[in-house]
């Protein structure tokens, strides 16, 4: 009788290869969560990087329980898959942190593939440039309402700007838009193939969209781009200064104050929440400012950048 698991039966040789494939996966959200979950299931080691605590409203479309509300994201995934018994258990670490130009290099560190699964447009073109400059395979995936898309950015192959074009429409999915049940688990499952062609050395670099709205999978041939800024090597995104913005969310805010350590902001106000070394959380007359120590800060209740810094400063005693 064959004793070995269906997985290894299919995979042979490459499953060994897969469990030895280090993945970071950055963005835990509906589709990394799942992407995330079976990776770990299958015993590849893991890297886990996403800034968000898991609210009730995730629980669901994405792969947190009850008991996960108001824990990091990151912490509640890797205690998930260590807890799951796969026959080699993997290495999980993870970092409770925005990917951004400043620590993309260090927070990344040593890493075979990298996975998308972020919410928005910026951070992808910032992993497509990082990809392309170290030579990562980087494995796209996006979801919004009925629709998906993945991709698979080879170091030899087309890359992310090169099919969406040099200054693409931003197509980001805030998390306030609805989604469709299933999309999700489409990509992360095509995500999952994508990584198995790419240890058996078939890379899937075609763009594949999918509607479930009317059932419509679409294949769009990739090629190389004249001209593109990212394979000429000019890495805008990896460039660019860091900036205030409005985010995806219409009532958010991202700054990148000065002092970004949770004990030295508990001092400017003790008012201030920490949650380990890692993040300082104050909340006052409906506004929420959450500072990360990777450098950033997200302001909640406030309608524009000016108003965000208005309040920041109130709260907190300048940037
Ligand atoms: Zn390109």
Do not use: W
Request: net charge negative; glycine share 8%.
């Amino acid at each position: 009788m064959n004793e070995e698991s269906r997985i290894k039966t299919y995979l042979g040789s490459n499953h060994e290869k897969l469990q030895d494939t280090r993945c970071t996966v950055i963005g835990l959200g509906t589709l990394g969560s799942k992407t995330a979950k079976t990776l770990g299931k299958i015993g590849t080691d893991l890297h886990l990087i996403d800034r968000d605590f898991v609210e009730e409203r995730n629980i669901d479309n994405q792969e947190y329980t009850k008991e996960d509300v108001g824990e990091l994201k990151t912490e509640a995934m890797q205690r998930k898959i260590k807890g799951m018994d796969s026959e080699k258990s993997c290495s999980v670490s993870s970092s409770a942190l925005d990917i951004n130009p400043n620590n993309i290099e260090n927070q990344v560190g040593e890493t075979d593939v990298l996975i998308d699964s972020t919410d928005n447009l910026k951070t992808r073109l910032l992993l497509n440039d990082y990809a392309k400059k170290e030579e990562i395979p980087l494995i796209i995936g996006m979801i919004g309402g009925a629709r998906g898309m993945t991709m698979t950015v080879h170091p030899e192959g087309p890359c992310l700007r090169c099919t969406l074009g040099e200054e693409p429409a931003s197509q980001e999915t805030c998390d306030q838009e609805g989604i469709s049940p299933g999309i999700a688990e489409v990509i992360s499952a095509l995500q999952v193939n994508q990584l198995v062609k790419l240890i058996e050395e078939k890379p899937l670099t075609d763009l594949l969209t999918i509607n479930l709205e009317n059932m419509v999978f679409d294949k769009l041939k990739t090629k190389k781009r004249k001209n593109c800024s990212t394979c000429e090597e000019e890495y805008k995104e990896l460039d660019r200064v860091r900036e205030a913005r409005k985010r995806c969310s219409e009532e958010s805010v991202q700054l990148y104050p000065r002092i970004t350590d949770p004990e030295k902001l508990e001092k400017i106000n003790p008012e201030v929440d920490t949650y380990g070394d890692k993040i300082a959380i104050l909340e006052n007359k409906g506004i929420k400012i959450s500072v990360y120590s990777s450098g950033k800060a997200i302001v909640k209740g406030v309608e524009t950048v000016k108003g965000a810094r208005e309040k920041y400063d109130e709260l907190l005693g300048g940037r």
